[in-house]
């Protein structure tokens, strides 16, 4: 079957033609055929260099022997059984010991439904309906996580709306959003709000926003002064911005953390962990009219194979080494882009840090908010992906790029002189 032919019949049986909300242009389109390490080919026989990793989840690159391994060994005892079986009690164990936060788990699927049920073990555990969140963050797809995230216009806070059709619109009554990094207007609407919020909800590293020092800390103190359940979306950073994740990173232990990407080890894996007394929400042993007692449930959950992988994983993760290497990829990234953008006259900013980064066409001098990533010329960065893309760097056109353990400093130099010869022959000359 050829490339084309592989296109066409996607395009055909795929509604838009893509797995969802990650699509590329026709120019840039491609079919993966497999990945390698940090390389990843398609059916066409092209190479690239893999800056997207899956979306995260493939932080040791493609086809790792040890999570091969895992893996192989785990199929052949068995792919699913509801029970208890002890890959996903040895990984459950882990992410306990490493997620600061961490006394009960429930392994679920994916990132999404984790949050929902965090969501609803808040809303259970308090008796209260509302949660505050940050405009322009990510939580999944859930119908009570899509209100607020991405609003076509910022500064509407602290209403929102249904981020996109089908999701009730009443539901957004209870979903509150003020801006990143404002202390001020967060403590404002928990105020005015006394009594009626179940949860705060914070993506540590919000897309490629970095928390300012002293606003986790504040948050923390607004949650625990007004009995509000703080919950670490950790789904990018867990495991990924340090072995403790950005609970450690930026020194603040939420109630709750949700997991995902990371500890998959590329299967379907994710987990709700934390406060012993909330998690217990979720304790199947309540009697069913217990109002406190919450369904979190699901053909998949504890899934062995997920959970061999993702132990595989942490495995290599733990190695010492491992989080200095993906800081000095990430810092090398961001220093050198930075000098580019200034040596070629191109405004940018590189946000995030460590193996999250991405870049923002802006005048702006610091990302702190939604309005600063709303400001950034979308257009501009579309094109500079795209370029890569054709150039053999796998990035999305749309959002950050990770790095990853199989990235080796040749990978960053091929990186880093695509970028410039996009940034000069194309950006530059775009205004
Ligand atoms: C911060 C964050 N939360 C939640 C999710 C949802 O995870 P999933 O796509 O596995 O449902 C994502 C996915 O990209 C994410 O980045």
Request: aromatic share 8%; hydrophobic share 40%.
């Amino acid at each position: 079957m050829t490339h084309t032919a592989l296109l066409e019949r996607a395009e055909r049986v795929f509604v838009g033609g893509s797995n969802g909300e990650f699509r590329l242009p026709p120019e840039a389109n491609l079919v993966v055929s497999h990945g390698e390490g940090a390389a990843l080919y398609d059916t066409a026989g092209r190479s690239y260099i893999d800056f997207l990793l899956g979306s995260g989840p493939m932080i040791l690159g493609h086809g790792h022997p040890d999570v091969v391994e895992a893996v192989t060994r785990q199929i052949s005892r068995g792919t699913t059984f509801m029970a208890l079986n002890e890959p996903s009690i040895r990984l459950a164990e882990r992410v306990i010991e490493a997620a600061p936060c961490g006394e009960k788990i429930r392994l679920v699927v994916t990132g999404s439904e984790s949050i929902q049920f965090a969501l609803r073990a808040a809303r259970a555990y308090t008796g209260r309906d509302r949660y505050l969140r940050f405009e322009g963050g990510w939580h999944g797809v859930s119908d009570s996580a899509l209100h607020g995230g991405r609003t076509l216009k910022p500064g509407t806070y602290p209403a929102t709306s249904p981020d996109g059709g089908g999701i009730p619109r009443s539901w957004s009554g209870d979903v509150l959003a003020t801006p990143f990094n404002d202390v001020e207007r967060a403590a404002e609407v928990v105020e005015r709000h006394r009594g009626e919020i179940a949860a705060m909800v914070i993506e540590p590293l919000q897309r490629c926003i970095l928390p300012r020092p002293g606003f986790f800390a504040a948050m923390r103190e607004l949650a625990t002064r007004h009995g509000i359940v703080l919950i670490f979306d950790e789904i990018v950073t867990g495991f990924r911005m340090a072995w403790g994740g950005a609970q450690e990173r930026y020194g603040v232990i939420p109630d709750l953390a949700v997991y995902g990407k990371t500890i998959s080890g590329g299967y379907p894996m994710a987990a709700i962990c934390g406060r012993e007394d909330v998690m217990d929400v979720m304790n199947g042993w309540r009697p069913a009219d217990d109002p406190k007692r919450i369904i979190a449930s699901g053909t998949f959950n504890g899934y062995p194979v997920g959970a061999a992988a993702g132990l595989a994983v942490l495995d290599v993760l733990e190695r010492p080494g491992t989080y200095e290497r993906l800081f000095a990829m990430g810092d090398r990234i961001t220093r050198e882009v930075t000098a580019m953008g200034r040596r070629l006259s191109v405004p940018l900013l590189v946000g995030g840090e460590g193996p999250v980064l991405q870049v923002l066409f802006t005048s702006d001098r610091e990302i702190v908010d939604y309005g600063s990533m709303f400001r950034a010329d979308k257009h501009k960065a579309y094109v500079f992906g795209v370029e890569l893309i054709k150039r053999g760097l796998f990035v999305s056109p749309y959002e950050k790029i990770y790095l990853s353990l199989a990235h080796t400093d040749d990978h960053i130099d091929r990186l880093l002189q695509s970028m410039e010869e996009v940034l000069r022959d194309v950006i530059a000359k775009m205004d």
